[in-house]
């Protein structure tokens, strides 16, 4: 199954950009990559989604290499909401979910 | 107000005593799975279903069962509990494949 990689912990300050990197050099064709992030003490929560092309939604945006072994998920301006662990995982029925990254948040 | 539902929230458990955790939504998905949390392993896949009596195995399907006869529950069924089931466990739904999931608030079960 196709794994990915992601560091472990970012800090942002409010309002800025985040970059969030994923790494997945051994996805598959018809590996889906999907974003979700998790508050503390509730599910996870669905961010965006792509397959080959860079996607843009209210919440985020991703941009997808053009390889596909890497992608990143950008909030385009940090709030203290944000603050949260955030999953890059792969696949289209079997989903396989990395560590996830924590995001801090300062104000 | 769309919502997928978890029951119950807590359990306690013995090792061996059968036990059901239930799952149902109210938007009309067709898709659902079954999650466990533990610390350091992040979120893995147990069970999925596409629709009505269509399971398959996830990333750890071992010592658990699902059955989906009905579109809107989807429980989780551990035959045999041991302490090494002992997790947060997650159910989720989705219309249109496994993206855009609506997730429960989770049950967290101690099995000693």
């Known amino acids: 199954d196709a794994k990915t990689t992601q560091p472990n912990s970012m800090e942002s300050n409010e309002e800025e950009p985040v970059h969030l990197p994923c790494n997945h050099s051994t996805i598959s064709g018809t590996d889906y990559i999907h974003w979700y992030r998790q508050l503390p003490s509730q599910g996870p929560e669905y961010v965006i989604h792509g397959l080959t092309s860079n996607v843009n939604n209210r919440m985020a945006s991703l941009a997808i290499a053009e390889d596909r072994k890497s992608s990143t998920l950008i909030l385009h301006r940090a709030t203290l909401r944000d603050a949260a662990v955030y999953y890059c995982?792969?696949?289209?029925?079997?989903?396989?979910f990395g560590t996830g990254t924590r995001l801090l948040v300062s104000p | 107000e769309a919502q997928v539902t978890q029951n119950p929230r807590y359990l306690i458990t013995v090792t061996g005593k059968k036990l059901t955790v239930t799952c149902s939504q109210n938007m009309n998905h067709e898709y659902m799975s079954w999650y466990r949390q533990d610390p350091g392993l992040g979120l893995r896949q147990i069970y999925y279903s596409m629709n009505v009596e269509v399971t398959d195995k996830g990333d750890v399907p071992e010592g658990y069962k699902v059955s989906r006869k009905e579109k809107r529950n989807f429980p989780l069924i551990l035959e045999s509990p041991s302490p090494n089931q002992t997790s947060l466990y997650f159910c989720a739904s989705s219309k249109f494949g496994f993206w855009d999931q609506y997730f429960g608030p989770g049950t967290r079960l101690l099995v000693l």
């Open positions: 995982i792969l696949g289209f029925q079997k989903l396989v």
